[in-house]
C-alpha cells in the first residue's frame, strides 16, 4: 500500500501558484518525500525531494514541516502546460516503490 | 543528468504471441530496476522490483512466468509478456534506481502494448 494521501484532482488558472499537500502520518526516520509529475501516455518525471524544512529548484519548492507528517509541493505561476498528475512518494533507499493515486491538476485559461 | 531508454514505445502483436521489453540506464548503473503497468486515468502499479544477477521480485497477483523479468547486467533490464492476451494491453513502464546517491528514480517513456 502506497505510505501517501493527496488530493484526487485540483484546478487552477494560470500564473497562480499552486500548492498540493500529501499526507504521510507513517514515514519513517529514513524516508525521503519526492514528487514526480506525468504527462498522459508518458513515464513520471522528477519533480524535487526533501528531506525536512524546505527545498527549492528551478521548477518548485517543497515544504516539509517539522513533525515530517506532510508536505506540499508549490508550482509558482503555472501554464497551461503543467495541467498533469502529480504523485507524491514517501521511501527509504532500499525500499520498492508503491505509487498512490496522485493529483491530477488541471490549469485553466 | 540519468536517462532510462525504454523500446518499443510502442507494440502490436497477435493473442498468443511474446513481446519483450527493454529498459536501459544510458549514464548510469542501476543495481535496481521497478516495472509497472498503467491502466487508463489510473495509477502505476508496481509488477517486481529486479536486482541486477538475482531473480526479480513479484507483488502479489502478478504471475512471474507470464511476465519474465530479466536484470542481467547493471544497465539492462527486460520484461517479456508471454502469450500475450488482450487483458495484457497495457502501458508498461520501468524505472531504474542509481546504485548510490539520491533516491531518485528515473523512468523510461513506456511502452504501450496492444495484443489483437
Known amino acids: 500500500l502506497a505510505k501517501t494521501t493527496q488530493p484526487i484532482s485540483m484546478d487552477s488558472y494560470e500564473g497562480q501558484e499552486v500548492n498540493i499537500t500529501c499526507s504521510h502520518n507513517n514515514i519513517a526516520t529514513n524516508d525521503y518525500i519526492t514528487w514526480y509529475q506525468q504527462f498522459p501516455s508518458q513515464g513520471p518525471r522528477f519533480i524535487i525531494q526533501g528531506y525536512k524544512t524546505k527545498v527549492t529548484n528551478e521548477v518548485a519548492s517543497l515544504f516539509i514541516p517539522a513533525d515530517r507528517k506532510s508536505s506540499t509541493l508549490s508550482l509558482p505561476r503555472v501554464s497551461l502546460s503543467d495541467t498533469a498528475v502529480y504523485y507524491c512518494?514517501?521511501?527509504?533507499?532500499?525500499?520498492?516503490?508503491?505509487f498512490g493515486k496522485g493529483t491530477r491538476l488541471h490549469i485553466l485559461p | 543528468g540519468a536517462v532510462v531508454s525504454q523500446h518499443p514505445s510502442w507494440v502490436i502483436c497477435k493473442s498468443g504471441t511474446s513481446v519483450k521489453i527493454e529498459c536501459r540506464s544510458l549514464d548510469f548503473q542501476a543495481t535496481t530496476m521497478f516495472w509497472y503497468r498503467q491502466f487508463p486515468k489510473q495509477s502505476l502499479m508496481l509488477m517486481a522490483t529486479?536486482?541486477?544477477?538475482?531473480?526479480?521480485?513479484?507483488e502479489q497477483g502478478v504471475e512471474k512466468d507470464k511476465f519474465l523479468i530479466n536484470h542481467a547486467s547493471l544497465t539492462l533490464s527486460t520484461l517479456t509478456v508471454t502469450s500475450a492476451h488482450p487483458e495484457d494491453s497495457s502501458f508498461y513502464i520501468c524505472?531504474?534506481?542509481?546504485?548510490?546517491?539520491?533516491?531518485?528514480?528515473?523512468f523510461g517513456a513506456g511502452s504501450r502494448l496492444t495484443v489483437l
Open positions: 512518494l514517501v521511501e527509504g533507499r532500499d525500499d520498492k516503490i508503491i
Open positions: 529486479s536486482n541486477e544477477g538475482s531473480k526479480a521480485t513479484y
Open positions: 524505472s531504474a534506481r542509481k546504485a548510490s546517491g539520491a533516491n531518485v528514480l528515473t
